[in-house]
Protein backbone atom coordinates (compact mmCIF):
# COMPACT_ATOMS: atom_id res chain seq x y z
CA UNK A 1 0.00 0.00 0.00
CA UNK A 2 1.65 3.30 -1.07
CA UNK A 3 0.71 6.19 0.94
CA UNK A 4 -0.07 9.17 -1.14
CA UNK A 5 2.21 12.74 -0.88
CA UNK A 6 0.65 14.97 1.57
CA UNK A 7 -1.93 17.51 -0.66
CA UNK A 8 -1.38 15.48 -3.59
CA UNK A 9 -4.97 15.42 -4.43
CA UNK A 10 -7.40 18.28 -4.23
CA UNK A 11 -9.64 17.92 -1.33
CA UNK A 12 -13.17 19.57 -0.76
CA UNK A 13 -16.23 19.39 2.03
CA UNK A 14 -17.36 15.73 2.32
CA UNK A 15 -20.21 14.19 2.94
CA UNK A 16 -20.03 12.78 6.22
CA UNK A 17 -22.02 9.30 5.19
CA UNK A 18 -19.06 8.59 2.45
CA UNK A 19 -16.65 9.04 5.00
CA UNK A 20 -17.92 6.07 6.95
CA UNK A 21 -18.57 4.37 4.13
CA UNK A 22 -15.20 4.54 2.68
CA UNK A 23 -13.54 4.08 6.09
CA UNK A 24 -15.67 1.07 6.69
CA UNK A 25 -14.26 -0.45 3.17
CA UNK A 26 -10.71 0.60 3.98
CA UNK A 27 -11.05 -1.65 7.32
CA UNK A 28 -11.86 -4.69 4.99
CA UNK A 29 -8.45 -3.87 3.16
CA UNK A 30 -10.04 -1.74 0.42
CA UNK A 31 -6.99 0.50 -1.07
CA UNK A 32 -9.00 2.36 -3.60
CA UNK A 33 -11.54 2.92 -0.43
CA UNK A 34 -8.26 4.60 1.32
CA UNK A 35 -7.57 6.61 -1.64
CA UNK A 36 -10.51 8.26 -1.99
CA UNK A 37 -10.84 8.30 1.96
CA UNK A 38 -7.60 9.95 2.66
CA UNK A 39 -8.11 12.65 -0.35
CA UNK A 40 -11.33 13.06 1.66
CA UNK A 41 -10.40 13.94 5.22
CA UNK A 42 -6.82 15.30 4.28
CA UNK A 43 -7.31 18.86 3.94
CA UNK A 44 -9.42 18.52 7.08
CA UNK A 45 -6.85 16.32 9.11
CA UNK A 46 -3.88 18.96 8.26
CA UNK A 47 -6.41 21.87 9.54
CA UNK A 48 -7.22 20.64 12.67
CA UNK A 49 -3.40 19.19 13.27
CA UNK A 50 -2.39 22.56 12.41
CA UNK A 51 -4.48 24.69 15.02
CA UNK A 52 -3.02 22.72 17.41
CA UNK A 53 0.60 22.69 16.30
CA UNK A 54 1.12 26.01 14.44
CA UNK A 55 4.06 24.69 12.68
CA UNK A 56 3.11 23.23 9.39
CA UNK A 57 6.15 20.84 9.05
CA UNK A 58 5.21 19.39 11.82
CA UNK A 59 1.72 19.30 11.28
CA UNK A 60 2.40 17.13 7.74
CA UNK A 61 4.02 14.93 9.36
CA UNK A 62 1.25 14.35 12.21
CA UNK A 63 -1.67 14.38 9.60
CA UNK A 64 0.62 11.89 7.63
CA UNK A 65 1.15 9.50 10.78
CA UNK A 66 -2.82 10.34 11.46
CA UNK A 67 -3.44 8.95 8.27
CA UNK A 68 -1.26 5.88 8.42
CA UNK A 69 -3.23 5.15 11.40
CA UNK A 70 -6.41 5.39 10.03
CA UNK A 71 -5.05 3.18 7.75
CA UNK A 72 -3.90 0.58 9.94
CA UNK A 73 -6.73 1.15 12.64
CA UNK A 74 -9.70 1.18 10.13
CA UNK A 75 -10.89 -2.36 10.79
CA UNK A 76 -11.72 -1.35 14.69
CA UNK A 77 -13.61 1.56 13.56
CA UNK A 78 -16.98 0.64 14.84
CA UNK A 79 -19.91 3.23 13.13
CA UNK A 80 -22.57 2.61 15.94
CA UNK A 81 -20.49 5.17 18.16
CA UNK A 82 -20.03 7.67 15.52
CA UNK A 83 -19.07 8.83 12.20
CA UNK A 84 -16.03 7.73 10.38
CA UNK A 85 -14.84 11.54 10.36
CA UNK A 86 -15.12 12.23 13.91
CA UNK A 87 -12.91 9.01 14.36
CA UNK A 88 -10.03 10.22 12.14
CA UNK A 89 -10.70 14.18 13.82
CA UNK A 90 -10.66 12.37 16.85
CA UNK A 91 -7.53 10.50 16.64
CA UNK A 92 -5.57 13.57 14.67
CA UNK A 93 -6.45 15.82 17.76
CA UNK A 94 -5.06 13.49 19.99
CA UNK A 95 -2.20 12.95 17.83
CA UNK A 96 -1.30 16.45 17.95
CA UNK A 97 -1.82 17.14 21.74
CA UNK A 98 0.75 13.89 22.48
CA UNK A 99 2.96 15.99 19.84
CA UNK A 100 2.58 19.39 21.66
CA UNK A 101 3.07 17.21 25.18
CA UNK A 102 6.48 15.12 23.92
CA UNK A 103 7.51 18.66 23.04
CA UNK A 104 7.06 20.41 25.78
CA UNK A 105 8.40 17.54 27.98
CA UNK A 106 11.84 17.25 26.04
CA UNK A 107 11.83 21.32 26.81
CA UNK A 108 10.83 20.86 30.45
CA UNK A 109 14.04 17.75 30.47
CA UNK A 110 16.29 20.18 28.90
CA UNK A 111 15.62 23.12 30.91
CA UNK A 112 16.15 20.49 33.89
CA UNK A 113 19.35 19.45 32.61
CA UNK A 114 20.51 22.89 31.76
CA UNK A 115 19.99 23.91 35.72
CA UNK A 116 21.23 20.37 37.34
CA UNK A 117 24.51 21.40 35.28
CA UNK A 118 24.77 25.32 35.66
CA UNK A 119 27.74 25.78 37.74
CA UNK A 120 27.33 29.61 39.87
CA UNK A 121 29.52 32.26 39.34
CA UNK A 122 32.32 32.48 42.14
CA UNK A 123 30.59 35.66 42.57
CA UNK A 124 27.43 34.48 43.38
CA UNK A 125 27.74 34.36 46.91
CA UNK A 126 29.38 38.11 47.08
CA UNK A 127 26.04 39.26 45.41
CA UNK A 128 23.89 37.73 47.79
CA UNK A 129 26.05 38.90 50.99
CA UNK A 130 25.64 42.43 49.31
CA UNK A 131 21.92 42.05 48.61
CA UNK A 132 21.14 40.80 52.16
CA UNK A 133 23.68 44.14 53.94
CA UNK A 134 21.22 46.18 51.26
CA UNK A 135 18.13 44.62 52.68
CA UNK A 136 19.55 45.08 56.07
CA UNK A 137 20.19 49.00 55.28
CA UNK A 138 17.10 49.59 53.88
CA UNK A 139 15.13 47.81 57.04
CA UNK A 140 17.26 49.95 59.14
CA UNK A 141 16.30 53.25 56.96
CA UNK A 142 12.74 52.57 56.90
CA UNK A 143 12.79 52.92 60.99
CA UNK A 144 13.82 56.12 60.69
CA UNK A 145 10.77 57.42 58.78
CA UNK A 146 8.08 58.98 60.43
CA UNK A 147 5.09 56.64 60.54
CA UNK A 148 3.06 58.10 58.11
CA UNK A 149 5.90 57.90 55.07
CA UNK A 150 6.37 54.55 55.86
CA UNK A 151 3.09 53.52 55.69
CA UNK A 152 2.83 55.66 52.14
CA UNK A 153 6.18 53.80 51.14
CA UNK A 154 5.04 50.55 52.24
CA UNK A 155 1.67 50.60 49.89
CA UNK A 156 3.64 51.59 46.99
CA UNK A 157 6.65 49.28 46.87
CA UNK A 158 5.78 46.32 48.38
CA UNK A 159 1.95 46.47 47.71
CA UNK A 160 2.16 47.59 44.42
CA UNK A 161 -0.44 50.47 44.81
CA UNK A 162 -0.41 53.42 42.44
CA UNK A 163 -0.15 57.03 43.95
CA UNK A 164 -3.94 57.56 43.46
CA UNK A 165 -4.46 54.15 45.67
CA UNK A 166 -2.16 55.11 48.61
CA UNK A 167 -3.80 58.26 48.55
CA UNK A 168 -7.29 56.10 48.68
CA UNK A 169 -6.20 53.90 51.02
CA UNK A 170 -4.61 56.25 53.62
CA UNK A 171 -8.05 58.48 53.33
CA UNK A 172 -5.46 61.56 52.20
CA UNK A 173 -5.23 63.93 49.19
CA UNK A 174 -3.58 62.86 45.97
CA UNK A 175 -0.66 65.33 46.92
CA UNK A 176 -0.12 64.81 50.20
CA UNK A 177 0.10 61.08 49.20
CA UNK A 178 2.87 62.22 46.88
CA UNK A 179 4.53 64.03 48.82
CA UNK A 180 5.01 61.84 51.71
CA UNK A 181 6.21 59.05 49.09
CA UNK A 182 8.75 62.03 47.68
CA UNK A 183 9.81 62.84 51.08
CA UNK A 184 10.12 59.32 52.25
CA UNK A 185 12.00 58.24 49.51
CA UNK A 186 14.92 61.03 49.84
CA UNK A 187 14.93 60.17 53.61
CA UNK A 188 15.80 56.38 52.43
CA UNK A 189 18.36 58.00 49.56
CA UNK A 190 20.01 60.35 52.22
CA UNK A 191 20.37 57.37 54.91
CA UNK A 192 21.66 54.97 52.36
CA UNK A 193 24.31 56.85 51.43
CA UNK A 194 24.97 57.57 54.91
CA UNK A 195 25.86 53.75 55.69
CA UNK A 196 27.40 53.74 52.28
Known sequence: ????????????????????????????????????????????????????????????????????????????????????????????HRRAIDRVRSAQASTDRDIKVGIASHVPDSDVVSAEVETRIEHAQVRRALTELTHTQRQALELAYYKGYTHVEVAAALEIPLGTAKTRLRDGLIHLRDAMEVDA
Do not use: C, H
Open 1 to 92: MAVLPFGSRATSPADPDAITRLLIRTGLGNEDAFTELYDLVVGAVYGLVLRVLRDPAKSEEVTQEVMLETWRLAARYDPQRGSGKTWIMTMA
